[in-house]
């Protein structure tokens, strides 16, 4: 029989992530992370200018972070999130509702892991990028790379609790579609926006292109573009980002805290 400490440590925050993680081994979502970055890793290889012979304009900058970004980066959060919720929503979540203890502990477990796949997702473009420098491509440096990785998960943070509602509530056809969907379609449409920042979507479009130096079109910037610039607009957009990143999450626990086992 479990001591009322075993049963005390097994209920922390810390015990419940762990958890979290292990049943993730069983999911998609790892996979997800390392895989879909690679095929837009192998065109910056292409387009780096490394090989002889080859290269493209923008390099690195356009082919593998701006199009991992602004296309796949979406697809890939909303697919690693309904990997995370389906752990459990396939079962009704019986297996987090039927035990002793808070189930906002799962809920905030869930959470973290998203988060912590969508900063994978992104650092395994990160590795490529600084490996390409090092050997001569033009392209971000190591500081330039990991503040666009920030910039690139507080812009995608929202789909998160968002992808894990809809997927527990909807299936996943509703929870892959409808973040995906709004985070690509919105950054597209409204990142040439002069009110770009109160859109996360577009944020992450905007803000990540003083760092890359390309537009959210794909195109290199110009010199004296006014995105070439890290201006109030950035840092505005990432705090209404986080913020609504922040709402919704909370917002997502106070849902999951009223579930019942069924």
Request: glycine residues 10%.
């Amino acid at each position: 029989m479990a001591t009322n400490g075993q049963v005390r440590s097994v209920g922390t925050f810390p015990a419940t992530l762990r958890a979290e993680v292990r049943k993730g081994k069983r999911g998609a979502a790892r996979k997800v992370a390392l895989i879909a970055p690679l095929p837009f890793c192998l065109l910056g290889v292409l387009a780096s200018g490394v090989i002889p012979g080859m290269g493209a304009v923008g390099g690195i900058s356009t082919v593998m972070w701006n199009y991992w970004y602004a296309l796949m980066l979406p697809i890939a959060t909303a697919l690693m999130c309904v990997s995370v919720a389906n752990l459990d929503a396939r079962q009704k979540l019986r297996p987090v509702l039927g035990l002793p203890l808070p189930p906002v502990r799962t809920w905030w477990a869930k959470v973290c892991c998203g988060l912590g796949l969508v900063v994978a997702a992104n650092v395994v473009v990160l590795a490529v990028s600084c490996v390409l420098t090092m050997l001569g491509a033009k392209g971000p440096n190591v500081f330039e790379g990991v503040a666009t990785v920030l910039v690139l998960t507080i812009g995608s943070a929202w789909m998160i609790p968002t992808g894990l509602v809809l997927t527990m509530r909807f299936g996943t056809l509703v929870g892959i579609a409808i973040p995906a969907l709004l985070q690509l379609g919105v950054g597209i449409a409204l990142w040439s926006s002069a009110s770009w920042y109160l859109f996360p979507s577009a944020t992450a479009l905007c803000a990540a292109a003083p760092f890359t130096r390309t537009e959210p079109s794909g195109v290199p910037l110009e010199p004296g573009a006014a995105l070439g610039v890290f201006g109030w607009e950035c840092w505005a957009g990432l705090a209404i980002a986080a913020a609504l990143f922040a709402m919704l999450a909370v917002a997502g626990a106070a849902w999951f805290a009223r579930r019942e086992a069924k």
